[in-house]
Every structure is written in structure tokens, then in C-alpha cells.
């Protein structure tokens, strides 16, 4: 005899709009809402519940996931990014960054100009809601570490940004 279990998750997907009206008291939790005042929405990588309807300092529990909208939803993106090895996603294989393989090789210079290279094109490739306008490479040799400073412009927001990414030998990046 087969015996199958499934769960089933109920997830309002109207409330990757409904976080916009926070602290609002007209706000009702079972009302679909229809005016979307942002341009880009994703849910939050933290997978959090979200607790952003409500009034003032006592927000309602929405039972639902935490979303990001606009600069926030992007520079989860770019988060993603960076923290998915090439190969690892097994339909996309060239999805992600290779910065892990100069994460034992020597700190230096050339190495610096590499990796930056390796930034500029990865970003290019797989965020096109951003202009990369500048990458800064600094090698730390006393640290074993490259500071990496990211200046973007977000396309459609008309908004900069800078991500700040540490490669440190060893095996750990920090973005």
C-alpha cells in the first residue's frame, strides 16, 4: 500500500503589493489591493512572516512572507547572485559568480583586475535593471582580502548604489 502526504502552503501573493500601506489604518488584511506603487517586487531571502500592515507602533501579523520592493528587491538580486556558484543551479548552470576560484590564489593585482572583470560581466548578464558605472578593487595583501566596492545606477528608479563585496582567503565572501 502507497501512502502519500503533501502540505499545502497558502501564500497571498497580493501582499508583495499590500506592504506599501503600511501604517495605514484604512488597511484590511482580507482586501485585495490594486494600485501598485512600486516597480519591482521580490520576496525577502530571509523568507521571513511579514508584520508590515497595521497602525503605528502595533503592526498586524499578515501570516505571509516578507517582500522588498524597488532598490531592496534588486539588491537582494545581486546578493543571489554572488551567493550561487556557477554550476550550482542545475537549469542554469552558468548562472552565478566564479569569484570562489581566486579565493586561494596569491593577492595581487592582476589578480584585482580579474576579478573585477569577472563582477562587471556576471552583473551585465544577470541584473539588467542596474548600469554598473564603476568597480573598485583594492588588494588587502596583509589581510589576505580584496575590498570590492560595486557603484551602480538602478535603471529605472533613477537611484546609485554602491555593494561592497570582501573576498577573504580561506573561503568566506561577504557581500
Known sequence: MDISIYAVAKV???????????????????????????????????????????????????????????????????????????GDKLLNPEFGSSLEQYLFEPVSEVYARAIADDILNTLETYEPRIEVTKVTIVPKQDDNQYETYVRYRFLEIQKESILSIIAKRGGEILI
Open 12 to 86: 497571498d501573493l497580493n501582499n508583495l503589493i499590500r506592504p506599501k500601506q503600511q501604517n495605514n489604518p484604512s488597511t484590511v488584511l482580507s482586501k485585495k489591493v490594486e494600485v501598485v506603487g512600486s516597480i519591482y517586487t521580490d520576496l525577502h531571502l530571509d523568507l521571513q512572516f511579514s508584520k508590515s500592515i497595521g497602525v503605528g507602533t502595533s503592526p498586524a501579523n499578515s501570516n505571509d512572507i516578507l517582500v522588498d520592493s524597488d532598490e531592496e528587491a534588486i539588491k537582494n538580486s545581486i546578493r543571489n547572485i554572488f551567493s550561487i556558484r556557477k
